[in-house]
């Protein structure tokens, strides 16, 4: 029944020419998950040299992947397990079994009991590591870093050049000599201690032997090394030739949207994006994000005028698609380590909204399986001109509730939050109760007032977080640069972080929870007085609030160790209660669990 559920995915989810309720898709591995596809099939795993496995031989650890999930049993001992459950904060042991929680408190032997395994199951030793719930982030847009041209590396934990220097260096090894490492998004030089992108010549030193490109945010400005300038001066056609400067820089707007369109079409065939979704997937498990809801993309045009964030909104999801498929089908050994949840963004101008009425009447909202499924609309549903209020943004808000669909869309001012409450308090009044269940989103929201989220609030809507304006923004005690923390938090609205990685914002949780905490930008700069909470209330919107925002078949499944959920947990590199504020921007994960399986492990 599965198998032929998601087939009909295949058929009906990614829709080219939606008046004529064509299907087209660029690729035939899409979500084809048989159910005997792989049973019980062993994962290898390495030996764990920072929390060392004192267990059975690795092959107790097993995935039954029926239907390409992840269940593995596994039992973490001598933690300082912070579980998020109110009623059993603190644990010291957990254990896993096909992937769900069985146990959690302070007993190795009872563990064993309560879990009846079939199998002897792996036993990690933790060694006091902080521990806590894979975080979750209601708001990204992992899916584009999994499209990115070239040997993609982030570089949000790089705090100077010499940091980038060294990140440069170690990814140039595992590169192949001559193919381009880049960086595209998710950081700023504001970041770095000498304000500024590193030099063609530092980068020579870093990566000799490879061409690069780093461009920042949605739309640069970019740089580049020796090896990189070359290639853009002599291989794009004219009229996609960058201007590039003496040090290597290529400009802000359509010079760097020049070098990347040509990266794109060069580099950018199938099997180059799926490697891209591997390593995406890889860095998300090393920052601890255990279950992301993807927003989207804007519809790309083919043109130096797009965007970091501009994709084709009816492919791009593919290439992750095929990365899980392959492992539902057992030919990669590739695990996936991240679950992933597939809003789907409209950009309709007119009030017939025809894009986005073909996608309600041919998909299915929470279609899938429990790694990979699709959620609602959002981040928007309209273009950008009709986004917050008018005839077009009704028309679409009408369909999407008659539909039985949730919506997200995104604010960055009172007023646009204004006008798209007013809208759906309309709607609210047609509909009643079949309407606020639904669960209406404002994302980022640096700009509401308590008058505002009160309004939202009566009509069953909710808003996510961002620190975006960590690497750029201003603000002061009499305009904090927001969003407003303390505010929302105190209003009992619901609210979880939605960090908006990884174009203009870090993908990392972990910049987002420092400005949270801090109300400091990455010069250091205090712009959000008055709006910061604590660390506890940073970590519980990244892990248990998070689960009103992904609703259906996933609420209460994520963000708290306790038995029942699934085992997605995190070992931190540091003590997020007890180190100096100063580290939390820079904490990562040495051990990530999903599904009771071990994606990720530091060496």
């Known amino acids: ?171 140039s090894k595992t590169v192949p000599k001559g193919e381009f490492v880049t960086t595209i998004g998710g950081f700023h030089f504001n970041q770095f201690k000498e304000q500024r992108l590193p030099t063609l010549a530092e980068l020579d030193k870093a990566a000799p032997d490879h061409p690069v490109f780093i461009s920042v945010g949605f739309s640069g400005p970019a740089i580049t090394n020796s090896l990189g300038k070359t290639y853009f001066t002599t291989k794009p056609p004219p009229d996609l030739r960058p201007v590039i400067s003496d040090n290597g820089s290529i400009a802000i707007g359509l010079e760097n949207g020049k070098a990347l369109l040509f990266l794109r079409q060069q580099l950018l065939n199938f099997e180059a994006r799926k490697r891209s979704v591997r390593n995406a997937m890889t860095y998300a498990a090393t920052v601890g994000i255990t279950t992301h809801l993807d927003q989207g993309a804007f519809n790309a045009t083919g043109t130096p005028n797009d965007w970091a964030a501009s994709e084709d909104l009816y492919t791009f999801h593919n290439p992750w698609l095929a990365v899980y498929d392959d492992f539902a089908k057992g030919i990669a050994d590739f695990v996936p380590k991240i679950r992933l949840r597939l809003n789907f963004l409209h950009q309709d101008a007119t009030t017939n909204v025809p894009t986005l009425t073909a996608r309600l009447q041919n998909a299915f909202p929470f279609f899938g399986n429990d790694l990979v499924r699709t959620g609602g609309i959002g981040e928007f549903a309209t273009d950008l001109g009709n986004y917050a209020s008018g005839p077009v943004l009704e028309a679409a808000v009408d369909k999407i509730a008659a539909a039985g669909w949730r919506f997200e869309t995104h604010s960055l001012s009172d007023i646009d939050a204004g006008t798209i409450i007013s809208s759906w308090e309309r709607l609210a009044q047609r509909y009643g109760a079949s309407f606020t269940k639904l669960r209406w989103v404002l994302a980022h929201v640096p700009r509401i007032t308590p008058e505002l989220l009160q309004r939202l609030k009566k009509i069953g809507g909710g808003v996510n977080l ?118 939390l921007k820079t904490l990562r994960s040495v051990l990530t669990v999903v599904g009771g399986v071990v994606v990720w492990e530091e060496k």
């Open 1 to 171: 029944m599965l198998h032929s559920r998601i087939t009909t995915l295949r058929f009906y989810v990614f829709i080219v020419f939606p008046t004529l309720l064509a299907v087209v898709t660029t690729s035939p591995l899409i979500a084809d998950f048989s159910t005997d596809s792989i049973n019980n099939a062993s994962i290898s795993t390495h030996e764990l040299l920072l929390t060392r496995d004192e267990g059975p031989a690795s092959s107790s650890l097993r995935t039954n992947a029926g239907g390409g999930e992840l269940r593995g049993s596994l039992i973490l001992y001598s933690g300082k397990i912070h579980t998020m459950d109110d009623s059993n904060p603190l644990a010291s042991v957990i254990a896993i079994k096909d992937g769900t929680i069985v146990y959690v408190g302070d007993s190795r032997e009872q563990a064993l009991r309560v879990g009846m395994f079939n199998t002897a199951p792996q036993e990690i030793n933790l060694r006091g590591r902080f521990t806590l719930p894979g975080l979750v982030d209601c708001h990204n847009h992992v899916v584009l870093l999994g499209n990115r041209p070239g040997h993609h590396q982030p570089l949000e934990f790089a705090l100077k050049i010499s940091d980038v220097q060294s990140i440069y260096k170690a990814k």
């Open 466 to 583: 961002s620190s975006w304006l960590y690497f750029a923004g201003t603000g002061n005690a009499t305009r904090p640069a927001g969003p407003p923390f303390r505010t929302i938090l105190s209003s009992g609205i619901p609210a979880a972080f939605g960090g908006d990685g990884a174009q203009i914002a870090p993908l990392s949780p972990w910049p987002h929870i420092y400005y949270a905490v801090t109300g400091k930008n990455a010069q250091g700069e205090v712009i959000n007085p008055g709006e910061t909470i604590s660390r506890e209330e940073a970590l519980r919107i990244y892990t248990r609030d998070e689960n009103w925002f992904l609703g259906g078949p996933d609420e209460g499944r994520v963000g708290v160790l306790e038995k029942g959920r699934w085992g997605d947990v995190v070992v931190l590199s540091d003590d997020y209660f007890k180190i100096d504020v100063e580290r």
